[in-house]
């Protein structure tokens, strides 16, 4: 028997031990605050604002171009509603955007006045880059700038969304 060759029980106890850590490590790397899935939801939601704050900022330009030509005496076509629109209204905003983007989701909160244009009060459009999305963008404007945004849950409580 002292020719036996084989793992001893020390050896699997190390063994054991070491994967245990690097298991440990593994999850500790993956979750917490500095972990790669926050690091990845992180650089989501910065994704989501970034797209929303482009498509208010694009219809705000495209809204501004279209009452810069009118007022330049240019004759384009208005039978267009989208060139047609020239006070950067929350609905007239929401309207460019669904334009650009037929498949997102744009909502202005209920009870705005979708008359008024974008004063140093603001405006606040609702964005999701698509319906299902379980993220949305409030975007704020005021007097036709981009001024904040936030990522947040998606609701559809207290807004009412621009189909047009």
Sequence with gaps: MKNQKGITLIALVITIIVLLILAGVSIAMLTGQNGILTQAQNANDATIKGEAEEAVKLALNTITTNNSAQTAGVNYNTTNSITALTTPTAKNVAKVIK??????????????????????????????????????????????????????????????????
Excluded: F, L, M
């Design 99 to 164: 334009n650009n983007n037929t498949s997102c989701y744009v909502a202005i909160p209920t009870g705005t006045d979708t008359n008024s244009a974008s004063s140093a009060t603001g405006i606040t459009i609702y964005y999701r880059n698509n319906k299902s999305a379980n993220k949305e963008v409030a975007v704020t404007v005021a007097n036709g700038i981009v001024t904040g945004s936030t990522v947040q849950d998606a609701t559809t409580s207290g807004v009412t969304e621009i189909t047009e």
